[in-house]
């Protein structure tokens, strides 16, 4: 039941789904995809196609659609990738995901969500991220997080989020040089411009060919209050925050581990290495809002862990912002866990 509230809402809020095209997307994607087929087209450019092919509908809408992009000087690289797309959509973004690549996309014909981004250059050739059929739903739903989430919000529904000039997608090398594609979405109570509750991450893995192994859900952030973050102001008294210290804790356990983030100026944590789960596993994240009112007041990322099995090991992690087309680390951190 609550999976067919998430898709409900999806369908419901974003209005023109991505799900018929997608099979079509991936079988014809046969050629390599590059940043040549950016098109960046300006108002008049914009103001043009909305004159010009603003009574069509159909396929004349489309025909008129590539008939601007031609007249505007569009690479023939830029007509082609929008030719992949059926005509709906042409590329204003690229950025470099070790094994595969992101496409940034703009759907002009619609009346909203525009926005979109696609994994190119891989096997499918191209993998729409908001394609919600391709996201283990069930294991979202059986996050901690979540469970506490829906008790107090009826209607969180699952929403593509920003994409473009944000740190997400990302990619980090696994084992077996697999490469795995890191997606942000947002929670909402109920519609794309409802108040936000949090955010869900998925991963898409590739081997290092790019032959797509399937998707995983990651973790929950929350920006609400709920559950133990509301009883203990976002962590259990058994958190750690100094990575010189160790983590001392029994099988069984579970701890914390509290950073401090600036997620207003588009700062975040990111897990640097796989974690052993052995040892540890990883069972849920919040991000503590900030205090203060200030401007890009910092606030903090709460890292909940069950330790799993008797050992030694290390949790690391990346403090990164977007940076161009890419991420920039500005710092490091490693906890050694301890497990008795």
């Known amino acids: 039941m609550k999976k067919q509230r998430i898709v409900s809402f999806v369908l419901i809020c974003l209005a023109v789904s991505f799900l018929s095209s997608q099979l079509t997307y991936s079988q014809t994607a046969a050629k390599i995809i590059t940043a040549k087929s950016i098109w960046n087209p300006d108002m008049a450019v914009m103001e043009k196609l909305s004159e010009n092919c603003g009574s069509y509908t159909g396929t004349d809408l489309k025909n008129c659609f590539i008939k601007v992009m031609q007249e505007s ?4 690289q830029a007509l082609e990738f929008t030719a992949q797309m059926n005509n709906d959509a042409y590329m204003n ?26 994994i190119v250059n891989g096997n499918p ?4 991220i908001d394609d919600f059929s391709l996201l283990p739903l069930n294991d979202l739903e059986s996050d901690k997080g979540y469970m506490e989430l829906i008790k107090t919000y009826t209607n969180v529904a699952l929403f593509p989020d920003e ?16 490469n795995r594609v890191v997606v942000n979405y947002g929670l909402k109570n109920g519609c794309s411009t409802c108040e936000l509750l949090g955010f869900a991450e998925f991963g898409f893995d590739f081997d290092s060919t790019g032959n797509f192994l399937g998707c995983k859900f990651l973790s929950l952030k929350k920006t609400v209050d709920t559950g133990e973050q509301a009883a203990t102001g976002g962590y259990s008294t058994n958190y750690y925050s100094d990575p010189s210290q160790p983590v001392e804790v029994r099988t069984g356990d579970k701890f914390s581990i509290v950073l401090i983030s600036n997620h207003s100026a588009g700062f975040k944590w990111n897990m640097a290495a796989p974690l052993d789960n052995q040892i540890v ?17 910092p606030g903090k ?23 161009g087309e890419g991420l920039k680390s500005f710092e490091k951190y490693s906890f050694t866990v301890n497990v008795k």
Do not use: M
């Open 301 to 323: 990322e709460v890292w909940y862990f069950k330790a799993a099995g008797r050992g030694t090991t290390k949790i690391e992690f990346n403090y990164v912002q977007s940076f």
């Open 73 to 76: 000087g569009a690479s023939q």
């Open 125 to 128: 050739g191209l993998i729409n």
């Open 93 to 118: 973004g690229f950025k470099n995901l070790g094994s595969v690549d992101a496409a940034f996309v703009y759907y002009p014909l619609r009346g909203n969500n525009h926005e979109g981004c696609l």
């Open 163 to 178: 994409r473009k000039n944000t740190v997400y997608p990302y990619n980090i090398e696994l084992p077996k040089k697999e």
């Open 281 to 297: 596993s990883l069972t849920g994240t919040d991000f503590v809002r900030p205090v203060e009112t200030l401007p890009n007041a």
